[in-house]
């Protein structure tokens, strides 16, 4: 396979342009952009920009609607709920983050719930933000189901990420951005296509066998965090 290296400016550059073209507006597609080159600025190709293909499909399915805007349907002071109305996840978050922030800083603590939103890329991209502002941030979220409790081998639970990141002082803020099974889902996509193999103890295949092909482990079903404590 030949292989092509491109800067991290270049690669912004494309993906927003591919998600101007499907239909977002120019703040909204630099969001997008710049969240999934950022993983991968962080080391997290799996919610990089290999993503930006899989965001356009659900995109021109009508998964995610490009035209929505999120809505503040509750306003209780210190905590809000938002109905995302199917956007963009990331559009959605930074808004929900951007409310708790300043809800903190006025009450001391900012709590906002979202509904009807979707997959936002990675956790930390906004929790951060919270640190930043002097704020300690915590984001979680549901998922569809990928992995089944210890001992079984169908798909009950979700990945379920979270993440946490708290003000350093002089130094970067300290962030811990995780799921709850042994690896996320999209470094299973990612190993499918580059036709790599996985490690054992990732996943099961369909009939309950650990398993090291990604397309098996897809189609099976992710392990917990931690084997039998997760």
């Known amino acids: 396979m030949r292989q092509h290296n491109y800067s991290a400016g270049e690669l912004r550059q494309f993906s927003e342009r591919a998600f101007k073209a499907l239909g977002l507006v120019p703040n909204d597609a630099c969001l997008l952009a710049d969240s999934l080159v950022q993983a991968d600025l962080w080391g997290h190709q799996s919610h990089g920009i290999m993503r930006t293909f899989w965001y356009g499909a659900r995109i021109l399915s009508g998964a995610m609607d490009v035209g ?6 509750v306003d209780g002071g210190a905590i809000a709920v938002i109905d995302g109305n199917n956007g963009i996840g990331q559009v959605i978050t930074h808004n929900a983050m951007h409310q708790a922030i300043t809800r903190a800083k006025k009450h001391g603590i900012g709590a906002v719930a979202v509904r009807n939103s979707g997959h936002f890329g990675t956790a930390m991209y906004f929790t951060r933000l919270a640190a930043i502002e002097g704020c300690i941030g915590f984001l979680s979220t549901n998922a569809s189901p990928a992995m089944a409790p210890w001992g079984g081998r169908k798909k009950l639970l979700g990945t379920n990420p979270w993440s946490i990141a708290a003000p350093a002082g002089d130094y970067p803020p ?6 709850t099974t042994a690896v996320a889902r999209g470094k299973l996509y990612m190993a499918k296509q580059r036709g790599d193999s996985i490690p054992f ?3 099961i295949d369909e009939k309950g066998n650990q398993t090291n092909d990604p397309i098996a482990g897809i189609t099976g079903t992710i392990l917990p965090m931690a084997g039998h404590k997760g």
Do not use: N, R
């Open 201 to 203: 103890g990732w996943a």
């Open 68 to 73: 929505s805007t999120p809505t503040t349907i």
């Open 174 to 179: 300290m962030i811990l951005d995780i799921a």
